[in-house]
Structure formats: structure tokens, C-alpha cells
């Protein structure tokens, strides 16, 4: 039924997931990941490219103000793009 179906979506990225990443030069997701209920394919793009971000700032800035400001501008929005 539709239970199934959505556990199936839930755990298996979609086939063009793969080729998007490799597109974008991001790697698959961990083993065990599950995208969060109702996310898009471009979820785990989006957590790998501000977990980039992240490292980034925290790399740059010694203050968490600093970083958090670093962050709030390489995002540009909601923390998910």
C-alpha cells in the first residue's frame, strides 16, 4: 500500500540523485542515511555544501559570534537553500 511505497522513498535516493551529485562533485550519502519526510533529491546536497560552509567559517573565525555571522552570509537564507 502506500505505507510501503513511502518507506521505499524514504530509503532509496532517487535514480537521478547519483548523477546530480556526480554533476556537482559531491559525494553519495552515507550508508544509513534517510532523507528527512518530505525533503527534495537536493537535500543532501544542500547538508554537504554547508557542512563546507561550516568547516569554513569555524576554520577562519575564533568566536562563535564571528561564525555565526560567517555562515547567516555564505547561506543567504533558510539554513537549507
Known amino acids: ?16 540523485m547519483g548523477l546530480f551529485m556526480r554533476l556537482e562533485g559531491i559525494p553519495e550519502p552515507p550508508g544509513g542515511y534517510v532523507p528527512p519526510l518530505g525533503s527534495s533529491r537536493n537535500t543532501w546536497t544542500n547538508i554537504y555544501k554547508n557542512k563546507g560552509r561550516i ?8 568566536y562563535l ?3 555565526i555571522k560567517c555562515i547567516d552570509k555564505l547561506t543567504g537564507g533558510p539554513f537549507l537553500e
Request: hydrophobic share 35%.
Open 65 to 67: 559570534s564571528n561564525r
Open 1 to 16: 500500500g502506500a505505507g510501503n511505497l513511502d518507506a521505499l522513498h524514504l530509503n532509496a535516493p532517487p535514480a537521478t
Open 55 to 62: 568547516d569554513y567559517c569555524v576554520q577562519q573565525f575564533g
